[in-house]
């Protein structure tokens, strides 16, 4: 058991909520949690005021604008402006607070569109990232700068902040929405639509050549 309060930033959210589940198993009672609507993690004031006040001595950020290729085209200047404002915000006031251990989730599109396969995590700003995500996967890179940045400085004063790379996730809770949601979720309700309806065929974004490996 975790000494101390540990706060799941977007909890209500699929990895959020898998984290809780998780901690929940293994026994963790000293949960604490926030809605969007309670908390707004884009508004520093506000979360400098959670954090002196709930002073929980673990973090996990799995709190973000998230969406599929759609929604960051349409929308890259929310995608980047709310993404580096909750990280700012969190990872800061965490620090300030004196939280030691921190969890950032980040997201395999940081690295390089034409990275070697598979990716390795040296491939980190060695080339052009995929154009459509472009905003987002900036906004997770400098999430990932801030962790290392603050253990380089603040090392010595026994913090810990990690940042961990999930591929394409899928789950309990996950957004099918037609146009918003992520490829797995996507394909899933397509090909599950086009059986109940007995379609002969079912239509899938791209140009049909790129390849990917999905660990279900
Ligand atoms: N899903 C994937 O395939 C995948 C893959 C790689 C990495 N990740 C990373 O994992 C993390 C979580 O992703 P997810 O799929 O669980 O996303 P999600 O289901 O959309 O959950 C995100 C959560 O963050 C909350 N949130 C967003 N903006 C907020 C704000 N300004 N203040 C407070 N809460 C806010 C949302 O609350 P509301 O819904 O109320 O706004 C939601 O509960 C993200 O950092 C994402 O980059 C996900």
């Known amino acids: 058991m975790a000494e101390g309060k540990i706060y799941i930033a977007g909890h209500r959210g699929m990895v959020g909520a898998a984290i809780v589940r ?48 759609l929604a960051n085209n349409q929308f890259p200047a929310e995608f980047i402006y709310k993404n580096l404002m909750i990280e700012a915000n969190v990872i800061h006031e965490a620090w300030a607070s004196g939280v030691k251990r921190l969890l950032f989730l980040g997201s395999s599109c940081i690295y390089p569109k034409l990275a070697d396969q598979p990716i390795s995590e040296d491939a980190l700003l060695t080339g052009q990232l995929e154009p459509t995500n472009e905003p987002y996967a900036i906004a997770k890179i400098a999430g990932i700068k801030m962790c290392e940045s603050y253990n380089r400085q603040y090392g010595e004063d026994g913090i810990d902040y990690r940042s961990v790379m999930p591929t394409n996730l899928y789950g309990p809770g996950d957004n099918y929405h037609p146009e918003h949601s992520h490829v797995v979720p996507a394909l899933i309700r397509r090909l599950h639509e086009a059986k109940v309806n007995g379609a002969s065929a079912v239509a899938i974004w791209g140009t049909g050549t790129p390849r990917a490996n999905f660990c279900m």
Do not use: C, M, N, W
Not at 50 to 63: C, D, G, K, N, T
């Open 22 to 69: 998780a901690l929940e198993a293994r026994g963790e009672r000293a949960i604490l949690t926030r809605t969007h609507a309670e908390l707004d993690l884009t508004d520093q004031a506000a979360v400098r005021r959670f954090f002196q006040i709930e002073r929980p001595s673990q973090v996990y950020l799995a709190a973000a604008k998230v969406g599929g290729i």
